[in-house]
Structure formats: C-alpha cells, structure tokens
C-alpha cells in the first residue's frame, strides 16, 4: 500500500486554506435570487436566506417586498401575522409596518413612536426571478444583477424547479463546474461514459470561471435524443460550465449532427440556469431555470425533458446531501487533492474564499446588519 | 425607509443587557409547581425541573416525595425502578432508597455502607398544586409559597390543564404581562379588536407587577358572553395581568353588564393561575388551573369554558415555540424595542435577571446542587 | 435525611477523574472487531468505526478490505460507488482506488497522478470475526488480536447478533463486569434474585479484570434449566466476567446439578464473547457471539437460547441507553459512588482511562490519521 504521499497531503492542506469551503462565512454584498416570481404574492412567504429570515409578499401594485421576519417589538416571527393593504400586522401584539418595513402603528398607544421598523432589503424582478441584496445597502447596484436575456425571451421555452439541498453552496458550485460527474453520478441518467475522458478548455477570469467539453462524437442520453431526432453515435455534445456570480452558475449545450456536413447541421441549444442562494453554511435553496430554443411550441417536449432532467439534478442534490454529511463529520486530517480538470473549480473557490475575506475581515459594514450564517 | 433608528436600538441593546431571557440562567432559591397533585401516585413520575431529572411518587400515606432521578452507584435513572412499599429499588444493581432518599441496602454485601444517598427536594402539598424547592435547601420556606385561597375554595369551579411548552418560561411571562396580545394573538378566541386600546394602569412592586386594562364597553367573547349571559355590547370587562413569583402568573378578570345601574350589576370573576416551571432555560412545564365563581354547579359550564379556553391558550403555546426559534436563531445584530404599556413586563424581566445574577454570580451555594439548565 | 455524605462525593468525584467513562477519548492502538465475516461480501459496506467512516468489502478472492470510506479528490463517500473487480470505483467522478487503496485513475486525464490514494486498515479474519486496527499502522500485530479458540472450534456451538448501542462502549464494559444486575435488569429474563447475593472473587491484572460469582444452590432460570435438564433448586451457577481487551470482554458460566456427588456430575459451560466496538465515545456497535459445549446437534436448542438471551441482552440495550441519557445530561455535580464488588470494573476504567490517556497526551502519531471520536 502507497499511503497518500505525505508532501501531497500537506500541499493540498495549504491550497484548501486559500479556497472556499462550508467553513466559510457567507458572502453579504451579492445578489441572490430571493424566490421565483410565481411564488411571491399576497400571502406572506417566510425563507431563511444568507442565515436570516425574511418574510416576503407582493403590494397591491405587485412590487416584492422582503423584510427581517421579526418584529422590533418581541421578535415575533411576521410571517405568522397578515397582509392589511399593503401594511403587515404583526400576529402578536399587533404592530403594524408600512411595506418600507417603517412601523406606522402600536395597538396600545395613539401615537406610534418613531424610528421603530424592520429592516428592508433590496429586491429587482427580472423574468421569472425575484433577486434580492442582502449586504450592505447602499451598495445595492441593480446593473450587477447577473443578465441572462434567455431567461425572459420568446425564442427560448423554459421549465423551472426548486430544491431543498441541504448543502453548502459552494460544493454546489464545484459540482457544477466539473461535469466529469455527469458519466459517474449520473451514469443512468444524461452522464455517457465518455463525457469525462473528453477535452476541455477552461477560462479562467476575475469572477468568471469556464469549463468547455466537447464530446464528439458521441450517443446523446434520450433527454437530448428523442426531442432533437439525433439518435445515432454521430452526436456532437459541446457543453460550457459558467460561474457567473455566488448566485448564479449557467450551463449551456448545443448539439448535432456531426455526421452531417456543416452547411447542413442544426444546432440545438439548451441552457440551465442553476442558481444557489445560501440558507446558511450548510443548506442551500437551489433554484433551476431550464430552457431549449427548439420545439418551441411543444408542451410535450417539455413535459418529457423537464421530467428527465429534474430526475438528474435529484441525483445531484442527494450526492450532495451525502458529501455534506461526509465534510460535516471530517476530522481534522481530512485532505482533498485537486487533478487538472479542477483547475476552474479551484479558482472559482479561491474567488469565493477572497470575497468572503474581503467582507468578514473587515469586520464591518455587512456584520452588524446580517446575522449569522 | 426609515431604517430602525441606530440610536433606539443601541439604547434598546443597553436596556436588553438589564432584562431576563431566554439566555438568562434559571433561578433555583424559589418555589415552584413539581406538578398536579392528581399526577402523583404509586407510579414512578419522571421530569425534568431546572434542568435536573427527578423521580417523584407518593408515599403509602400519600405524602410527595421529589428525588434526584440518578442512582448513586452508577446513575442509572431511578424512575425505570421500582416502587416496594416506601422505598425504591434501582432498577440496574438494585441499591435501595428510603422515601428521604437514603440508600439502605447494597444488594452484593451485607451492611450497607454509610452516607449514600440520592438528593431529596422539599415539597408542599397546597389545594391542586405539588410546589417544590430546587435550591439551598436550607432555605427552603414554605411560607414563601405563593397562596391563592381560591385555588382549593368551595367558592370557586375549576379545571386545569398542562402544555409541554417548547419555550423560555421569561416569554411565557411576558406574554401574560402584556395581554394586548388578546387583539391578535387570538383574535379568533378570547380577544376583541378593541382590548389593545383600552386604558391601563400598572403597578410596579419589588416582585410584584400588575397591569390591569378596563374595556368598557365591550362585547364579550363567547367563552365568557355565553355562561355570564352578558350577551350584547354592553359588557365591561376589567383584568388584571399579576405576576407573584417567577413560578406563578395570575390572571384576574371581572365582567359586568355596565347598561345596568351599578347597585343592580352583578359581577362575575373568572381567574387563571398560570404556572410555568422551566424545564430548562429554553423548555416550559406550562400548568394551568382556570376557576370561576358563578355556576358553581354546572359541569357542562366547564367543560364548555375548559374547551373554549385551551383552545386559546394553545394559540399561545404556538405563538411562543414560533418565538422561541427566532430567538434560539438570533444573530448578534437582533434588538427588541419597548414601549409604554411594556413597563411592567420589562421590570419583570429586570427582576428576573436581578434574581439570577444574584444566586449566579455568588457563584456558589446553589450551583454544586443544581444542575445545568 | 441524611444528604449524601460530602467526603463521600468529593472522594468519589476525586476517584472518577482517574476513571474512564463516556467523555474519554477513544483508544485507537487496539485490535476491534469490524464486521462479523459474514456481513462482508461483494456489495460495499458503510460502518463508523472510532469516529471514523470506512468502506468494507471483500476482494474476489475472499480477503476483507477496509478503507476510508472518502475519496481523496473531493471527499465523497466511497461507499457510494461500486466495486469493479478488486477496484473502487467513486460515484462522483470515478476515481478508481485498487484493494491497497491507491489511486489507479482518473478518468479526466490519460496518467493518472501518482501519490493518490486513501487510507487502507489493516484487517484480520478469525474465526466469525474480522478484526481491524485503525491506530498507528506500524504497530498492527496480529499476535495481539484476542486469542479464543472456543469462537471457532467445532466442539461449540454458536449463535451471534448485533446491537446497535446508543451508548458509550465504557459501560457496556461496567455493565458486563458487575453481573449482580442480573437480578434486577434481567429479573424477567435469565436473572434470579439470589445472583446479586452471591459470593464473588475478583482478579485484577494489568488489562486483564475478572470477577466470578458461584450462585451455589440455585435455580437456573428456562433458558439454561431446559436445555441442560437441571430443573430444581439444586443446580450450581458459576460466572465468570473477564475483561480481555478494550474491545472484547466474555462471560464463561459452567451449570451442574450440586445435589449429585462430584464425581456424577456433568458440567455444562456456556460462553458469550461481548464485542464493543465504539463507532463514537456515544455509541457503540455491538457484537455478541453466543455458545455452548453441549447439544451440539440441536438447532432447536440453539434457536431456543438465542432467542432467550438476545431478548435479556436487549434489557441491557435499553437499560444502557437510559443510562447513556442520563450521563449526556449530567450537571457539574453528578457523582458515581463504587461498592466492594466494583473493584474490577474500577480498575478496568481505570485501565481504559491510562490506554487513552497515553495515547491522546502524546498528541502525535495516532490524532493525525484518526478522526475526531
């Protein structure tokens, strides 16, 4: 028996100290999608969220609202009070709070005192999404919400799903970034033996991590198969793994036909927008966007891929579930060794690990406002 | 948005550091309900107080007895024995206690050694309650127990109840302290829109803090509106929030038809003992005993406020296990602001923290004895 | 009432500090059972063994393997992944692991990195047992593996089973060396009352603690009176406890009809090998293997006894995990006073608490490579 040689083990020991990992504290000054739209309305929807709960609706005139979910009084939870208008009452004492989070109204008193409310954070609709900043507010930039046009354009037909992952974030992301899972993880789902032996080239910028395979040619998985008409072992599957932002990863497909002479190939595209918005260190809301630019009308075809791809990310979420249980347990020899293809996966962790210094070093500014992860 | 104003919630963060919580240690030198006297038998009754497990049965003649739930030799839990006549046979290697709790008898020798003994707690038999004394034994007074005459008067009808309350006995106090709750809280039960803008006046004694809110005129909830015939809007409901001792919330309440000219007013008195003894600081052995004085004969009378009533108080074992949560998962920035009518439910909390301070940071005398909380 | 006495406790809890018990680390240098043989095959087998998580299975020619059970890339348990062969194949991104435990592949590149690999224990088979070392690999000797050649000999016959234990594996040990709760644990199932009175011989060496009881006349409770025909009042029960490692402790009893003279007696042994494997400091696998020395041919009798003494060992399941709560729960001031007939289980935690000690204040060579118990 080889033992792990000892300089390997002590070389991982310190890249894993520049990387990010559940250890480390979360990341405030990001947007994350808070909900999909379709969730949001006049009912109030209680979600913890970077380790604070929020209590979130629409007004009247259909704006999201996402407040502490906590009254300033005694705490009380304010997702177990009612919409008044566009006014929240809290179910305990009866405190009631404008939709700026301002309270506007103490039951036992004529006049309510001032400077009492609940912490309002920012929120920006964009397509069947709900964003929302949780650090500090005034750097709450709109324009650095992740634009995806595929999300809300007509060109594309989408399908979305939710998972409870209870899991960090980051292993999420990792996940995503090195798709050589997809012939192990996935063997009996959309993985085919020959994905993770494929080349690669991997991008590496400031905040922006690419993986892109090409697999050619190939059998493509029915998922891809049967609504595309590409059955044989001629297939192209040329996929691109995207870290766009800590709430946002895109992976993006095409396929066909490469028996064909190029002039005369189509390509078919897929995207998934896959989107982990932390619930704390350990749990993750893992958010799916899935879209096709083909077939466009055919509600079958996504009634069909939906169902094949959903069951493949469930193999996702209970790998991840039992990885977590495994990083949760690990004593204090525990050791990962990083090979090439991590290479995007590394520096994506490293970006994390830097982000989240950044704001926790500090000590400030974030701290103060957000609570524990 | 006006954020909550920093300057209130620095001096709501100042004034928290003087108040009881959920975080504060439990305070053993007092009196406490151990249970109902109807729950003591010939059976071993395990439970855990101040977060020390205890055995407690009755004797053959039927007096209470509290024991330390672990066996001497080897702490095994003495409520898995068994009762034989006035002593309790470990159910383990079978050492024996006598009903003061000293071992008498080593089953693998012949003479039992000397000075063995499982810790025995003062108890107090009084009208439906079994008090018991946690703390320095030697200042163990009876005369400290709080006396309710109508707890055992003929002059009263009565039921009683217990919740498993998965919460701070300092919340449950608090939330009978300030009843304005009755408007939200249960606003489907017992309490009417206009009883959190009644009139109040509190009472601040050392160890004794009263509200008392006249609603006048009013219309009275079914549970009271139905056996006093009190039926329109023309009711005067007077109650009084007193809290007697960190075991021993009371509940006064008078209702009158105030239409009437006052020497033909009848007047009904109803009262609840509420009971908390802390489990543990974050756990409540919630007791209840609910009398009246009027329709001292009918049991259907009972039965119908008995049912009318739980059914509300449980809407505050729900409201306080939702607080308890967002207590339990507070980051370090949460604040709670007070207002007017919380001044007496604040000195309350200050006397509770001056009551645990004090045994607490002595730091001695009570702690060898008690367990953690 | 006489309180316990104070010198008492402070001597005992002086006592207890030398003493072993559920907070003290876990021994690693020490031979313990893994798996009974016959749990082991082709199929992965998941078990926590000291706090940590180890993959096991057989090699196509029959030899155990036991191996961390978490990939040296990114941590997911090997567990998840299937066996190839004589190789290990991870369910995430198939990295491939031979029966050493080195790493063989990685699929994503042509050469796989050297130094790879994860840790391999050393195992042993004996008879129905696979033993393993998970301490200081250089100090794995088999000749230290308990020796008992009763466990494999044809003129045995044996039964086993299996007890997942919710509770430390130092009073299971307590519990097997003072047998006088067989009078009160086990006074429905193989426990008569006379057993706890009986007269006792103890032997203490250096890791090796025995305490023997002759129950001299006695009646044999069914599960014993049945099978060797002693079915009066006249039978000899004599029990010997012996402590033989960390990890095995077994009980030897021989039964004869006494109303006989010496030389018409038949002697009837009985052996059960009690198997604690600590899978934490709170929890323990336990491993029983039963056996007689006569009516070797009658699986009736063989069924019978098992199902009688399994049904006795679950009281001890139940009791020890009663008692476990108790422990778990225990306030600053618990104490355990000791009577004459524990001196072997006190010298025996005091043994245990010397193996740890030894080991875990070195703080080197075992800590690095075992987890956190």
Redesign the interface.
């Known amino acids: 028996?080889?033992?792990?040689?000892e300089?390997?083990i002590r070389a991982s020991m310190t890249a894993a100290r520049g990387m990010a990992d559940r250890n480390t504290p979360l990341i405030f000054n990001e947007w994350y999608v808070a909900a999909f739209g379709a969730e949001l309305d006049r009912d109030l929807l209680k979600r913890r969220i970077l380790?604070?709960?929020l209590v979130m609706f629409r007004t009247r005139a259909g704006i999201p609202v996402a407040l502490d979910?906590?009254c300033?009084?005694?705490?009380?939870?304010l997702s177990?009070?009612r919409l008044d208008g566009d006014t929240l009452?809290?179910?305990?004492?009866?405190f009631r709070y404008d939709a700026?989070?301002?309270c506007i109204e103490?039951?036992?008193?004529t006049r309510c005192?001032?400077?009492?409310?609940?912490?309002?954070f920012a929120t920006a609709e964009r397509g069947p999404l709900v964003w929302i900043w949780m650090g500090d507010a005034r750097r709450a930039d709109e324009a650095r919400i992740p634009h995806q046009p595929w999300l809300s354009s007509s060109d594309w037909a989408r399908s979305q799903g939710y998972f409870a992952l209870a899991a960090s974030y980051v292993?999420l992301h990792?996940n995503l970034m090195?798709l050589?899972?997809l012939?192990?993880?996935h063997a009996g789902s959309f993985g085919t033996a020959d994905y993770?032996?494929a080349p690669?080239e991997a991008k590496l910028e400031e905040g922006h991590f690419t993986l892109t395979r090409r697999v050619v040619p190939t059998r493509l998985p029915p998922v891809w198969a049967q609504p595309t008409g590409i059955l044989g072992e001629q297939a192209a599957r040329i996929t691109t793994s995207e870290f766009l932002s800590p709430g946002l990863h895109q992976v993006s497909a095409k396929f066909y036909d490469q028996s064909l002479p190029a002039d005369r190939r189509h390509e078919f595209q897929i995207r998934t927008a896959h989107i982990p918005t932390p619930e704390s260190q350990a749990s993750t809301h893992y958010f799916i966007v899935h879209g096709r630019d083909f077939a466009l009308e055919q509600d079958e075809v996504t009634r069909f891929m939906h169902e094949q791809l959903f069951e493949a990310f469930q193999e996702d979420v209970v790998?991840l579930t039992?990885?977590e249980?495994?990083?949760a347990?690990?004593?204090?020899?525990?050791?990962?060794?990083?090979?090439?293809?991590?290479g995007p996966a590394v520096a994506m962790r490293r970006y994390l690990k830097q982000r989240s210094d950044a704001e926790h070093a500090a000590g400030r500014g974030v701290?103060?406002?957000?609570?524990?992860g």
Chains 1, 2, 3 share one sequence.
């Open positions: 028996m080889t033992l792990p040689s300089a390997l380790g604070r709960n979910d906590r300033a009084h005694r705490s009380f939870p177990a009070g009452v809290c179910g305990y004492h009866g700026q989070g301002d103490v039951p036992s008193q005192p001032p400077g009492i409310g609940v912490r309002k292993t990792e090195d050589t899972h012939s192990f993880l993770a032996r690669y790998g039992a990885l249980r495994v990083l347990e690990a004593g204090p020899d525990a050791y990962e060794i990083s090979v090439a293809s991590d701290r103060p406002e957000g609570a524990a």
